[in-house]
């Protein structure tokens, strides 16, 4: 299928031929009629990507922020590697779209194949010929709507969502200022509420096209004046602020044109700065509207699905675009007046560079073929693979970039055969990138190929189970990223799987396999005993709507507690078989873990997210039979014994490249897995007892060995 991609790291735009997705869970397969482009919103994008490096630290400095404290806690290799995989990965373009379900999801009732229906949502809603979106995300079209109509269905959802922040009543006087989509939209929204209306914009063919949609007033030159005039010298009842600058005058602009206690309400991207005597003067009421209403920014109802109760959020996102869609089908809101320039999907980069020569244009619409009967393709061959022995991925994400790819790069014999991720422009991507064979959004191509036999597992945790299963029932080795399960049901049919297939298994617990690990475990040898052993993690914060802290992650103590678990049991040279644990108030990710191995030896883990991210990652200390170890965030390892200091220094090295390596040399001379499975279990049971003592306190016993 065709998608619109931008590169965001080289600005490059292009009409790119990827598979089309899947519907997954909780979402709708839709092909597209049509899409809108939104230029105010597109061309800030399209501008951003096309800056240098230093433009685009300037306009997002939280990012970079971000990176500043990520580099401090993993180092500045790491963060650079995890930074440009990022950039590289092209990003799609468009939020609003029309077109007919082709596909219903797991989880997803209100909807059929057939239903034409309204999406929304950047990442999800895009320029392309089929998208997987989000049910929330998606509403039926009325009878009498047409797709291209009914494509505005975003910036209609933003417009009226800032409609309902201004919280009008009949016969009210409002200002309207910046007269583009939104500006224009919000102009009848206003005229449908019965309110009188002026418009503002200082291009005056904006300002006379609000006239012709209804506003009673609109101009592009003497605009307090006009106000004045407008509201008869008192001050406008509300302003929607609908422009878009870095500027904070138009706000500023806002509240002098206000009455006493009147209110301002942000919809356009402006600056923030606000005069504190023009607004306390008139006690102004100052509100933001959040996009296309509640529910925006919160995965658990765009991504999972979990609608608000209508009695308590009148108006969702969903439920705004429903109203939009149905003034509408009523004539009271005429999107189609706003277009005016229509491209093909195929003249897709045509219409990205009139946009961006400056003519004059609202709305550009992009239009899309019939779908053809012929079944949905979510597989391309990019090049002719080989016969057998090949490397495939499964998911593609940050970490298997700058990490797991470069670890395999230069291996004798590697080739890499197949890719399946969730969209087509990263498959695409990592075709011609890093020279897949075959790129996928289907893992089952992989899984059932022939010149594949070996397979990486990526993707978000709530997978790694089911995909490691099935990939091990294949008869494929399988190395995939750590958590392996995260209920012991999981986790019980993994084992019975692994037992039973040919292929090798491994989960990616790199510590065991850094270099000044390895140096520890020999020191240790040589002190026989039980062992003494503290973790310190300073692993820092990560919000609550993380994927990492939801049901996709299993949380941190199964996503990255298992990591210090697994280290400690290798040094140890024992299983863990008892966990005890306790949390600080309200965060169950900072806490203190104590676990018993059955050699006696026992390990305690301090997992902290409330440090300060100055103070390396990672501190490790083992004390055993007079021999003492420390180890500093992979940099420094001092090992001290017989009344003697050795210390070592050098470039974190976690393991990552070693371990892969290992992994990869075993399944090419048919040795053992480089973690034995034992291990792998114990390890993973482990944090499964540290979350059970973390709710009901006092010590957790498990499987021994």
């Known amino acids: 299928m065709k998608q619109v991609e931008q590169n965001y790291r080289t600005g490059r735009l292009r009409v790119a031929e990827v598979p089309a997705p899947r519907a997954g869970r909780g979402g709708l397969l839709v092909a597209t009629q049509t899409s809108l482009i939104s230029s105010g919103t597109e061309k800030q994008l399209m501008d951003l990507a096309k800056s240098s490096l230093a433009g685009k630290a300037m306009a997002r400095p939280d990012l970079v922020r971000q990176v500043l404290r990520t580099a401090k806690r ?24 029309a077109g007919t379900v082709l596909e219903v999801g797991r989880d997803v009732s209100g909807f059929m194949p057939g239903d034409r229906v309204a999406c929304a949502g950047a990442a999800m809603a895009n320029h392309a010929e089929i998208n997987a979106v989000p049910k929330n995300l998606c509403a039926r079209i009325p009878d009498g709507v047409s797709d291209e109509q009914a494509s505005f269905v975003t910036l209609g959802a933003i417009a009226l969502q800032g409609v309902r922040q201004a919280t009008p009543t009949l016969g009210e006087r409002f200002v309207v200022m910046g007269l583009g989509l939104i500006g224009l939209l919000t102009v009848q929204l206003l005229k449908a509420n019965g309110c009188q209306v002026l418009g503002f914009d200082p291009n005056a063919e904006r300002a006379e096209l609000a006239k012709e949609l209804g506003a009673d007033v609109a101009v592009s030159t003497g605009f307090e004046d006009a106000v004045a005039t407008f509201t008869r010298g008192v001050g406008a009842d509300a302003v929607v602020l609908t422009a878009s600058t870095k500027s904070s005058d138009p706000l500023n602009q806002a509240g002098e044109i206000s009455r006493l206690k009147g209110r301002v309400v942000v919809v356009g991207l402006v600056g923030m700065t606000l005069e504190r005597d023009v607004f306390y003067k008139r006690e102004l009421d100052l509100k933001l509207s959040m996009s296309y209403g509640p529910g925006r920014h919160d995965p658990d109802y765009e991504l999972a699905g979990h609608d608000y109760p209508l009695s308590y959020v009148r108006w969702t996102e969903q439920r705004n675009m429903e109203a939009f869609l149905q003034l509408v089908a009523e004539g009271r809101v005429t999107p189609e007046r706003l277009v005016t ?27 899309y073929p019939e779908q053809p009967k012929e079944p949905i393709r979510r597989e391309f061959q990019k090049k002719v693979a080989q016969a057998t022995g090949g490397i495939g991925f499964v998911g593609l994400g940050n970490y298997a970039k700058a990490m797991l790819l470069p670890a395999l790069k230069g291996l004798d014999g590697m080739t890499l055969t197949r890719v399946a991720t969730s969209t087509g422009l990263s498959a695409d991507n990592a075709g011609e990138k890093y020279g897949f064979a075959s790129v996928a959004t289907d893992p089952e191509t992989i899984f059932e190929a022939d010149d594949t036999d070996t397979i990486f597992i990526a993707t978000r945790h709530d997978s790694h189970a089911n995909y490691t299963q099935r990939a091990l029932e294949a008869g494929k080795n399988v190395f995939v990223e750590k958590p392996l399960a995260l209920t012991l049901e999981e986790l ?16 990616g617990f790199n510590r065991r396999f850094a270099p000044m690990i390895r140096d520890a475990k020999a020191a240790l040898n040589k002190a ?20 990492i802290q939801r049901g996709e992650g299993g949380g941190r103590i199964v ?40 050699d006696g030896s026992t390990g305690t883990i301090l997992y902290s997210s409330v440090g300060d991210p100055a103070v390396p990652k990672e501190y490790l200390e083992v004390f055993s039979a007079g021999t003492v170890v420390q180890m500093e965030d992979f940099t420094r390892l001092t090992i001290t014994t017989g009344g003697k200091a050795t210390t ?6 976690k393991g990552q490249k070693t371990m892969v390596k290992a992994f990869f040399e075993a399944t090419r001379t048919g040795g053992s897995a480089p973690i034995p499975l034992a291990e792998l279990v114990a390890v993973t049971e482990a944090t499964f007892a540290i979350e059970e003592a973390l709710r009901q306190g006092g010590t957790v016993s498990f499987a021994t060995v």
């Open 74 to 97: 993993d180092g500045v290799r790491a963060t650079a590697a995890k930074v440009f995989a990022k950039l590289d990965q092209p990003i799609p373009l468009g939020y609003s779209l």
């Open 341 to 367: 320039h229509r491209f093909s999907i195929a003249e897709a980069e045509d219409a990205y560079e009139f946009m961006g020569q400056g003519k004059p244009h609202l709305a550009i619409i992009l239009e």
């Open 492 to 507: 019980d049919q993994v084992i019975a799987t692994a037992e039973a297939s040919p292929g090798l298994l491994t989960v």
């Open 528 to 547: 026989a005993g039980p062992k003494l052993m503290l973790y310190r993690v300073n692993a820092g914060e990560i919000p609550s709507d993380s994927w």
């Open 559 to 598: 996503g990255e507690v298992c990591h210090f678990v697994d280290t400690l049991a290798h040094l140890a040279g024992s299983l863990p078989i008892e966990a005890q644990a306790m949390a600080l108030r309200d965060r169950d990710d900072a806490v203190s873990i104590l676990l018993r191995f059955a």
């Open 648 to 653: 070592t220094k050098g470039n974190q090295d």
